[in-house]
């Protein structure tokens, strides 16, 4: 189709790829003056928008100069990687974002590495040069360098290394093609993209139909639909077309919808041609992956392969005493339901059945895309059980264990380079690589086994006093590294159920930190909080001061205990131990032990690895 761009915005974790977007269709018209557009329009998912970062890609158009141009808003974290390589297959060129002082990070190579995969023509833009910590010479060399490097390691000896780089600053909402020269709109990006630089969508010449399924979506008035960039041919409405699955199974089905992306809404059309990314409605039972085809010419497509799982963890209906108080209690079958939807709507999510009916074992990138299925689910009004994650480990041709490895690099203030190295070196990992940012801040990269990150970010977040920022990037499978206890210190562990008091965690303090207050529901095996020692202890955290014969008066209102941090999900999946289980409710996250009674339990730990 002529006059069209497909362009993909891709970049690390909050390089600004949502505001950039934001400010592009701010500029090319795409509102009204008087239209009232939120902040981050594009994060529209509640989850997103609590979080400040982009969890699933979205797709929104907007006319500049006679083009229609195609805008998707990728993730920038490292365990949505698979949402990336699935836009990818729906462009032709990408945008790619580096922040001005951090400079390229693990998901810039990997998405990058994915972009020159696919021969994706790549712009560069240099953001947040507005930044007083600012590097952006050091930068643009840095970015020449990454691109050399991966045209050498994947033998493109043939790709134009000559990337026209351009400078922003997308939350003052102006770009410029010379750093010096400071103007006051996005046109220099804007005009990049409908230039000659991207070429119009790669389209297969002939009248049959091919449609790759590329991702999935739901409506109360149009039932399930799915998206993907057509190929090749025209789609119609009210025509059928056939639908080629996993099993090779082609099923006849009729369009009932067509749509295009406009603005950050949807269009209805009769009709739509090659190269146009369309939502289309009439088929009940697709996949990603599934090719849509002309009756006539069924001819499908190669499926969707994303890089492969690297963590699990167990998934379980909720079985403690309070089951079924805070929210619906889940069967095991509704479960299996949730996670195979979960699944469906996402290619680098896979599920399996455990020895126990009970069990579900859930298998993605990593435990933030964990995490947020299970916020999902429970914001729906569900319980459930998390056990600690783990990685998947496997086996080579010789028989030897294998574990997944993977490069961190940490930007952290200079004077925390001691403690930080210290903590990765006791988790197995291996220091690469060390150069200084600015003055005050150094860049340290890693080599470690993937267990060895389970966990470790909060206490990587209380190392550096929450300046530190650290990202990874899976470089793949090598030799197991050995045993590695997962939690230094033990828990404290109710032995008896009822509601926590003031009196008894007051004289618990000495015992270690709590993660209860006073008022909470407990029962026996539920943990309130971390011991000072290596091994577990039961206590009494529901005992009350008995009333004396002679007492002063005001006595009682003296105790004062310490703040007790937010309970997160991840907190939880991170903190917990083997014989652990995270009890999720649409109100609470609780620790608890899986064996609940404490004559059934020993305290004494060890390694479970």
């Known amino acids: ?7 993909a915005v891709v970049a690390h974790v909050d390089h600004g790829k949502t505001t950039l977007v934001d400010e592009l269709l701010k500029q090319s018209g795409t509102f009204s003056e008087r239209e009232q557009v939120a902040e981050r329009v594009m994060d529209s998912g509640e989850i997103e928008k609590e979080r400040g970062i982009t969890i699933t890609a979205k797709n929104c158009a907007f006319n500049y100069k006679g083009y ?10 490292a365990d949505f990687g698979g949402e990336v390589e699935r836009s990818l297959m729906m462009v032709d060129g990408v945008l790619l974002l580096v922040d001005a002082a951090e400079g390229p990070l693990p998901q810039t190579r990997f998405v990058l590495q994915k972009a020159l995969a696919r021969g994706i023509k790549i712009g560069v833009i240099i953001n947040k040069i507005d930044r007083p910590d600012e590097r952006i010479e050091e930068v643009k060399g840095e970015i020449e360098d990454l691109f050399l490097e ?32 400071k103007r006051s709109d996005m046109n220099p990006i804007l005009d990049f993209i409908v230039s000659d630089f991207y070429p119009e969508p790669q389209v297969e010449e002939g009248d049959d139909l091919r449609l790759l399924v590329t991702n999935l979506s739901y409506s109360e008035y149009k039932g399930p639909l799915f998206v993907g960039r057509i190929g090749k041919g025209t789609i119609r409405k009210n025509q059928n077309f056939t639908r080629c699955d996993r099993d090779q199974k082609n099923k006849s089905f009729k369009v009932s919808s067509i749509q295009i992306y406009d603005k950050i809404g949807f269009k209805e059309v009769d009709s739509a041609s090659a190269g146009e990314i369309v939502i289309i409605a009439g088929s009940t039972e697709s996949e990603i992956g599934d090719t849509i085809c002309s009756t006539t010419a069924i ?38 339901e949730l996670l195979q939807e979960s699944c469906r709507l996402n290619v680098a999510l896979k599920y399996e059945h455990t020895e126990d009916p009970k069990v579900l074992k859930l298998k993605g990138r990593g435990e933030l895309q964990l995490a947020i299925v299970f916020e999902q689910i429970r914001r729906k009004g569900f319980e459930l ?78 190392d550096t006093r929450g300046e530190g920022l650290i ?69 009494n955290c529901v005992r009350e001061k008995h009333l004396a014969a002679m007492r002063t008066a005001g006595k009682d209102v003296n105790i004062v205990l310490p703040p007790v941090q937010q309970k997160t999900l991840e907190w939880a999946m991170d903190w917990i131990d083997d014989d652990e289980w995270v009890e999720v409710t ?20 060890g390694d479970k690895k």
Request: charge should be neutral; include cysteine.
């Open 150 to 181: 991966m045209a050498d390691q994947m033998n493109l000896e043939d790709y134009d290394l000559d990337i026209p780089i351009i400078y922003s600053s997308a939350k003052e909402g102006w770009a410029t093609n010379d750093p010096a020269v």
């Open 586 to 605: 649409p109100l609470n996250i609780r620790v608890r032990k899986k064996v609940l009674p404490a004559n059934k339990r020993s305290v004494l730990r």
């Open 471 to 539: 990202s990874s990037e899976f470089l793949g499978y090598d030799k197991f590294a050995g045993i590695m206890l997962s939690r230094q210190n033990g828990a404290i562990i109710s032995d008896r159920a009822g509601k926590i008091t003031p009196y008894a965690l007051f004289n618990l303090l000495n015992n270690g930190k709590m993660y209860v207050v006073p008022g909470d529901k407990c029962y026996e095996g539920m943990v309130i909080g971390e011991h000072n020692k290596v091994n577990d202890t039961n206590v």
């Open 299 to 336: 001819n499908p497509l190669p499926r969707i392969e994303v890089e492969p799982p690297t963590v699990s963890v167990n998934v379980s209906v909720n079985t403690s005493p309070n089951s079924g108080q805070e929210g619906d209690y889940l069967t095991s079958r509704k479960l299996e």
């Open 68 to 77: 229609r141009v195609n805008l998707l808003d990728t993730p920038g974290h």
């Open 385 to 462: 059980m998390i056990s600690r994650p783990e990685v998947l480990f496997k086996t080579d041709e010789n028989g030897e264990k294998t574990e997944p490895y993977e490069n961190v690099v940490v930007d952290i203030p200079s004077d925390c380079t001691g403690p930080i190295t210290e903590k990765l070196s006791i988790r197995k990992g291996i220091m690469g690589n060390m150069m200084p940012i600015g003055e005050s801040r150094t860049r340290v990269e890693f080599r470690i086994p993937s267990r060895g990150l389970i966990g470790y970010r909060s206490t990587f977040l209380t």
């Open 1 to 7: 189709m002529s006059n069209l761009k497909n362009i």
